[in-house]
């Protein structure tokens, strides 16, 4: 069965750091499109980030330009998310996606972990 776990979530204060992982079962990781999604409370999901299939581009959202970097071990299917200077802002579940391209990842990934909680206090 095609399906991603999150894992790495938790409280943090500001100015933290967490680093996420995605471990993918999905038949053919490599050639996937991988990205992150969050959910905030009381909010819409938004994008995060996203790293093509072998690594060499990544792209993020301007909210976490600069805090975040995504990476990807096509070795061990899985991804991450190093979140630097965190802030209360960035408080939200996190959710690992795949998409067959970047245009997937933005309008409609083809699978979605069960996500990850990250919490940061001020």
């Known amino acids: 069965q095609d399906r991603l776990i999150e894992s790495g979530g938790g409280e943090v204060q500001a100015g933290g750091s967490l680093r996420l992982s995605c471990v993918a079962s999905i038949l053919g990781f490599g050639h996937y499109v991988m990205g992150w999604y969050r959910q905030a409370p009381e909010k819409e999901r938004e994008f995060v980030a ?15 330009k600069g805090r975040f970097t995504i990476s990807r071990d096509n ?46 206090s001020s």
């Open 75 to 120: 070795a061990k299917n899985e991804v991450y998310l190093q979140m630097n200077n965190l802030t209360p802002e960035d408080t939200a579940v996190y959710y690992c996606v795949a998409g067959a391209d970047t245009d997937d990842i933005h309008r409609k990934p083809y699978f979605w972990g069960q996500g990850t909680r990250v919490t940061v």
């Open 50 to 64: 996203h790293i093509d299939w072998n690594g060499n581009n990544e792209y993020y959202a301007e909210a976490v």
